[in-house]
């Protein structure tokens, strides 16, 4: 069996500024339009709802996805010429439907990695999303977690969410932008304190201080006060 030297870690970072030397980019490829789910709707600016509602559950045009992996390929190659390494996730069809016992929706896409994973120290955490239509992306990012798990790296992933209509506000989802944005300004969002999820991308390293910030994708009370604030300060290296 080959060894793993420890001496220097596959995996180290602590914050968002230091030098870059590895990097997964994401991926347009099999790209699909999600349906109309509460996350999304809160999202998608009133004047694309009509290109929502006509591509739903279908691939994103031909002519989209070929301008944005170029921009995409292009961008590995600034960072490859700045001597980083950049990895890509699986190519995945993301417009297969799929049915849980809580919901049926389609996939959406690889192209936000910042999203899923985050690194903490020597440690992968890979973030339990709370879009159904990305409950499988982590699928594309798989060949990845083990490659680096192999070479040394801490791989966790948090609790995943089952996703149900409790987690939810649909009748948040029904408002005008306007009523929404009030809503939010007195800390009300789309997800509700069901069950635990988050973006990775709500989460901001500072060396051993770490912030989260709550939004429709990221809970407030369960992720701090239970299953990422036990996580990451049980050896008391991280302030939360």
Known sequence: MKSIDQTFPVVNSHNEWDLLKEVIVGRIEG?????????LDVDVPPQYQDFFNKYAGKHFPEELVQAASKELEEFCYILEAEGVKVKRPDAIDFSQPYKTPDFEASGLYAAMPRDILIVIGNEIVEAP???RSRFFE???YRSLMKEYLKQGAKWTTAPKPLMSNELYDFEFAAKSPEEKEELVQQGRYV????????????????GRDIFVQ??????????????LRESLTRSNTYRL
């Open 31 to 39: 790209a699909s339009v999600p349906a109309s789910e509460p996350c």
């Open 129 to 131: 999303m709370a879009w």
């Open 138 to 140: 982590y699928r594309a």
């Open 191 to 206: 997800t509700t304190e069901f069950e635990p999820c988050f973006d990775a991308a709500d989460i901001v390293r500072f």
């Open 214 to 227: 709550r939004s429709h994708v990221t809970i407030g009370l369960w992720t701090k006060a239970n299953w």
